[in-house]
């Protein structure tokens, strides 16, 4: 997260950042945490078609003068009390409310538990967000030109490695063969390179160990899987749009964790795949990459 000053009348801090209930500074995809009673926390649709406000129309003029070489396309002042929204093509980014400070990073709503980023980049690109893997720490190098926003681009499949020793197991639906290697799936029940990942391993000899993280607003969907009675064919009612039938109450913490470990290490998109041996890849990969993949595994 990185905020930057464009050099113009110093308001109070104070007032900047009150709204906010935290700024959380760490690698990978960094978060904006919303404030519970801010507009997206009450029900209504956070990125539903808006009126502009005074508020909108005042942060787009002062944008037009600050970022001249930057196509605004909408700014949305309403989504978190204090912070702007500001969409520039298929880029993202927030400023506050006197255009002077610019955020870089994912808005998180605390009380739905839903990435109000992932919903916006959602409808402005829907290929690359549900494409997308864990983001990057790479941040935008000119205020002039934020290019890089908060886009998730395509998975570059760079090597990585992840530790899940953290991890309790009680947070994995795992199916998928009884043999075979094991592979950890970080996904989101309403992304749809994760259905179709799901359908390549289903037709390989692998065992999937499913750890959901809400990045589309799927918590919800994700608590009726883990709280199954069969949580196999929980899994493919959920990828598959079909209603699941045989959920009931149950703890549901071990799925806090694996929210909590995905802030941790910046996935901020889905899926995430985890060798036995820590390497990830990130983003959907065809069968025949994932099985020359799983064949490098360390023992």
């Known amino acids: 997260m ?40 009450e029900g209504t649709a956070p990125n539903a078609v808006h009126s502009l ?17 930057t196509q605004v396309s909408r700014v949305n002042c309403q989504l978190v009390d204090g912070v702007c929204e500001v969409t520039a093509g298929s880029q993202l980014f927030y ?13 998180y709503d605390m009380q739905t538990r839903q990435d109000l980023t992932a919903v916006r980049l959602l409808e402005v690109n829907p290929d690359l967000l549900v494409g997308g893997a864990a983001g990057s720490k790479q941040e ?35 199916w998928g063969a009884s043999s075979g290697p094991t592979v950890t799936v970080f996904s989101d029940f309403r992304c749809g390179y994760c259905r179709a990942l799901s359908g390549v391993l289903e037709s390989m000899n692998v065992r999937v160990i499913e750890r959901p993280i809400s990045v589309l607003g799927s918590r919800d969907l994700a608590n009726q899987v883990f709280c199954a009675r069969d949580r196999r064919k929980a899994v493919k009612s959920a990828y598959s749009g079909a209603p699941i ?9 071990p799925l806090d964790a694996n929210e909590r ?5 910046g996935l901020a998109g889905t899926p995430v795949i985890v060798r036995s041996d820590g390497a990830v890849i990130e ?6 990459v994932l099985e020359q993949w799983l064949k490098g595994a360390k023992s």
């Open 283 to 288: 983003g959907f990969r065809p069968r025949e």
């Open 140 to 174: 935008a190098q000119e205020v002039e030109t934020p290019r890089r926003g908060v886009s998730t681009p395509a998975a570059s499949g760079a090597p990585r490695m992840m530790s899940l020793a953290a991890l309790p197991e009680a947070g994995g639906i795992v």
């Open 261 to 265: 470990f995905a802030r941790e290490q």
């Open 95 to 107: 400023v506050d409310r006197t255009a002077r400070y610019l955020l870089i990073g994912r808005v």
């Open 53 to 69: 406000s005074e508020a909108d129309q005042a942060v787009t003029a002062l944008l037009k003068q600050r970022l001249p070489r």
């Open 2 to 41: 990185k905020l930057k000053s464009l050099n113009f009348s110093r308001p109070r801090l104070g007032q900047v950042l009150m709204p906010l209930a935290a700024i959380v500074l760490g690698s990978g995809g960094s978060l904006v945490w919303a404030n519970a009673s801010a507009a997206g926390a």
């Open 245 to 253: 039938t045989d959920t009931r109450a149950c703890d549901t913490s």
